[in-house]
């Protein structure tokens, strides 16, 4: 698939929203730049194996307090006995 996009005034360049949404790139998702063949490849830091516990903090869509390892274990040993 091939899109176009432009360099601003700033040198930015804006990724189409089809290949954002298709990579989940969220806004401040962070790229490696390299050159290649004549152009450039972006590559998204977390593919490159650098992600952090702090960048995995509300990945799993949860909003609400933290709970510790044992709540946790707790909650689901509950939820095993309830579908049982």
Avoid: N
């Amino acid at each position: 698939m091939s899109q176009t996009t432009k360099l601003s005034t700033k040198g930015q360049v804006v990724v189409p929203k089809s290949l954002r949404v298709a990579h989940r790139w969220k806004p401040g998702t962070e790229f490696i730049v390299r050159e290649r063949d004549g152009g450039i490849l972006l590559t998204p830091k977390s593919a490159t194996g650098s992600r952090t516990w702090a960048s995995l903090i509300g990945c799993a869509g949860y909003s609400g307090p933290r709970k510790s390892l044992k709540q946790m274990d707790e909650a689901v040993a509950a939820e095993a006995r309830r579908h049982k």
